[in-house]
């Protein structure tokens, strides 16, 4: 995981699993999944050296030829971005549908509304969703804050390399194409 991901995930309020995004708690380490890191061998991508999967991650940081091959994919899959910023839409801020608080990130506007507005039985159209290209911004959740705990959890741009405008069959054409190439 990167920095930003893993800051995201160890928040002290809420510390969530990187992967699954359930909450963390104190545990035991997993020493049988440690002995298997540092005795698996891969194979670097990039200048197809051999090593043991606990030091992929220092030679990865330093291997152009990996770095190369990283762009190689992510410039397969992703578009110019748009020039127009007049129609491209807001996904980093959203007003509340409640009350007339604004400039709410995703996580802070879930935290407003189940501090501000957790009885509250109106129905009201996601601001999420209604920004994203799938949602509907007529559709009115019957249940807004089962909705925002559900599907909210996690914001999409921490976590998940968007292209909102990329076609969804050519990014998994180009997925499909890396997986065969990387066996």
Known sequence: FCTPCLQECLKPKKPVCGVCRSTLSPGTRALDLEKQIETTETTCNGCNKKMYLSK???????????????MEGVKAVTKEPLHNSRNFPNRFTFPCPYCSEKNFDQEGLVEHCKT??????????????????????????ANFMEHLQRRHRFSYDTFVVCDYDADEDDMMAQVLIRSLRDK
Not at 56 to 70: L, T, V
Not at 126 to 131: D, E, L, T
């Open 56 to 70: 992929m991650r220092s030679h990865a940081a330093s291997c152009s030829k990996y770095q190369n091959y990283i």
């Open 116 to 141: 501000l507005h957790s009885m509250d039985a109106k129905q009201v159209v996601c601001p999420i969703c209604a920004s994203m290209p799938w949602g509907d911004p007529n559709y009115r959740s």
